[in-house]
């Protein structure tokens, strides 16, 4: 449990750094900081101005149409998805990368844009993965991304001028939990398992990495889902993805996630919400922001401010829907009214959790394999939509201790719709019609 609290923030830090490969010699040097949580952490202006050309050139590129000319036949890619480990805090995508194609698992991120995936050569600095290394010398498919690539993370820094001969833009990004350093290349990936859904897309712009923070276990790598120009749906195109978040405890059973016109909610209880617009500096650009009103417990409504989750004009506050966090963060005072609703209702003793769990509010079962009391279920009050979470989407239980899956955080912070709060929900985020659309069900039979 206690590394499902430290899977908690994802996407904090990116460092850019343009040099040249040849000769090693840093040409332009760039730093940019994205944080979850808006204000506290210091960039240089310089740093800033250098990001927002960059972004506002990326902006002004529309992805690659997945469609086919006439616009109808468009294509949709699926990968399957799973739980990573008993304990551990995030869902992974399948796909394959290069020519000929090699699988792997990747967590699925929609709080940060970059795909990326461990590269040979690498030695220590690298974690220990499930799938075979990728050699970027094996594939016949791979390219250095060109500096001046309206995806490279350097073109900003560029100013227009041409690049360096040999200009390869190295990067480091740094999440709420560890760091990855590499190259940025172009390659052909692979989506769908079986011949029939399979489709190859080439010159996907990613992270080689070749240096990584030990955090990354079960996994590959990560494929950012941000409303960024780097991440997989600005660069398929896609327009909209949906996915199905698995019983949290339950690493055997998969689900697909689809990203393109078939993916689609239909039938009863859908529930749909627009997206508020996320300020235009990054890393806030990348975050799906959504407007919560307020929180009941059963039937009770909790006395929140409706101003607590609000987007503030500064880009601070706000909350986010991240599928690459694991526990929600609420705002303390919106916490504080939860977790005295949740004490309100359960009489077993409280005990410190925090040690084991990293989080604030637990109770101590009669026995290691007691079975929790029965809670009502929560209710989010989105705009235009409740989405209801059963007690075992809000409460989490592990050898006798039994935990409020929530945290708080600083007032007028960002808040954070986690993964664990997502499991049995099949959820279509439709980035065309700025809305999010979500519906209770069984994902780990589809
Ligand atoms: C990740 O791996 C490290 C060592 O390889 C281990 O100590 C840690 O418990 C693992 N984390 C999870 C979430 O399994
Ligand atoms: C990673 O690759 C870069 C660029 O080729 C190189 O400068 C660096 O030394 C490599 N790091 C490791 C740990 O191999
Ligand atoms: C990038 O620079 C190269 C060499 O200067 C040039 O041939 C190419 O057209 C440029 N590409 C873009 C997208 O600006
Ligand atoms: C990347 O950044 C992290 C956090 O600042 C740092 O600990 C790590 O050493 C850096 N890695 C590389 C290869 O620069
Ligand atoms: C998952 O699979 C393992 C090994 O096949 C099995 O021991 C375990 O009971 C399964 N768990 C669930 C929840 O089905
Ligand atoms: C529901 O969506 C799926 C996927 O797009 C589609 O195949 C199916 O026809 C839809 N069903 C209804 C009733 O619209
Ligand atoms: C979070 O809640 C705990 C107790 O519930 C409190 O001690 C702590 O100060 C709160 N943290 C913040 C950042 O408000």
């Not at 941000?226 to 019983?247: D, E, H, K, M, N």
């Not at 201790?401 to 912070?413: P, Y």
Request: aromatic share 6%; with cysteine.
């Amino acid at each position: 449990m206690s590394s499902t609290s430290q899977m908690a923030s994802l996407a904090v830090l990116v460092f850019l750094v343009c040099g040249t490969l040849a000769s090693g010699a840093a040409s332009v040097r760039v730093g940019l900081t994205r944080i979850h949580s808006g204000p506290g952490i210091p960039a240089s202006q310089l740093v800033r101005d250098a990001l927002r050309r960059d972004m506002h050139r990326h902006h002004s590129r529309s992805g690659r149409e997945l469609a086919s000319s006439d616009g109808t036949a468009a294509t949709t890619v699926s990968a399957r998805t799973h739980k990573d480990l008993p304990n551990g805090g995030e869902y992974l995508m399948t796909l394959a990368i290069g020519t000929p194609p090699l699988s792997y698992p990747a967590v699925a991120d929609t709080g940060s844009d970059l795909i990326w995936t461990q590269c040979a050569p690498c030695g220590d600095q690298c974690f220990k993965q499930p799938a075979p290394l990728y050699n970027p010398a094996s594939s016949t498919t791979f390219a250095v991304l060109p500096c001046n690539s309206s995806l490279s993370m350097c073109v900003g820094a560029l100013a227009g001028a041409p690049p360096p001969q040999g200009c390869a833009c190295m990067y480091n990004q740094t999440y709420g939990t560890g760091w990855t350093a590499g190259v940025q290349g172009s390659e052909t990936f692979t989506f769908g398992s079986a011949a029939a859904d399979q489709a190859r897309v080439p010159g996907v712009a990613f992270g080689c990495s070749n240096a990584s923070s030990d955090d990354w276990n079960g996994s590959a790598g990560l494929v950012g889902l941000g409303r960024g120009t780097l991440s997989l749906v600005s660069q398929l195109g896609a327009g909209r993805f949906s996915y199905c978040l698995t019983p949290f405890q339950d690493t055997n059973s998969t689900s697909t996630l689809l990203l393109g016109p078939s993916a689609a909610l239909n039938g009863t209880g859908v529930r749909s919400t627009p997206f508020v617009a996320s300020p235009a500096k990054a890393p806030m650009s990348t975050y799906y922001y959504l407007n919560l009103n307020g929180i009941s417990l059963g039937t009770t409504a909790l006395s929140i401010s409706p101003n607590a989750f609000s987007l503030k004009a500064d880009g601070t506050g706000g909350l986010i829907i991240d599928s690459g966090t694991t526990i929600t963060s609420l705002v303390n005072a919106a916490y504080q009214k939860v977790r005295a609703a949740v004490k309100s209702l359960v009489t077993l003793p409280t005990i410190d959790g925090s040690g084991s769990t990293g989080l604030d509010l637990c109770f101590a079962l009669p026995s290691p394999t007691s079975a929790p009391p029965a809670m009502p279920s929560m209710t989010l009050h989105f705009d235009g939509a409740d989405m209801v979470l059963p007690a075992d989407s809000y409460m989490i239980s592990g050898s006798g201790v039994w935990c409020l899956a929530m945290r708080n955080h600083t007032d007028g912070a960002m808040s954070t719709l986690g993964n664990y709060q997502q499991q049995n929900m099949h959820i279509l985020y439709d980035v065309r019609k700025e809305t999010l659309s979500f519906a209770p069900a069984k994902c780990n039979t589809l």
